[in-house]
Nanobody
């Protein structure tokens, strides 16, 4: 599985960005994580293969929205960006086989894309 994240860039506080991640193949649940230097990878959002269940971290809830289309591309719409949202954002995928897993744990995911940098200036 190849994951390709795109859409990062340099924006000002209060602006919006939309990240995209295309996943070829089968039934994948998808997640977005972010990481800054010296810190662990942080959960941002998750969506099941069907799109019926979505989760967002407390720090982004109400500002970010995860979604997906019928072609297995997952989006992260980021509104009201803050400087503390500055990070490298990664998309991740796992087979959505109905087994229980912790969607907020990086170790739950089987595949990772290269990150895309989001920089929010104040």
């Amino acid at each position: 599985v190849q994951l390709q994240a795109s859409g990062g860039g340099l924006v000002q506080a209060g602006d919006s960005l939309r990240l995209s991640c295309a996943a070829s193949g089968h039934r994948y649940a998808m997640g977005w994580f972010r990481q800054t230097p010296g810190r662990q990878r942080e959960f941002v959002a998750h969506i099941t293969w069907s799109g019926g269940n979505r989760h967002h971290s407390h720090s982004v809830r109400g500002r970010f929205t995860i979604s997906r289309d019928a072609k297995n591309t997952v989006y992260l719409q980021m509104n009201s960006l803050k400087p503390e949202d500055t990070a490298v954002y990664y998309c991740a995928a796992k087979h959505d086989d109905a087994r229980t897993y912790d969607y907020s744990e990086p170790g739950s995911y089987e595949y990772w894309g290269k990150g895309t940098l989001v920089t929010v200036s104040s």
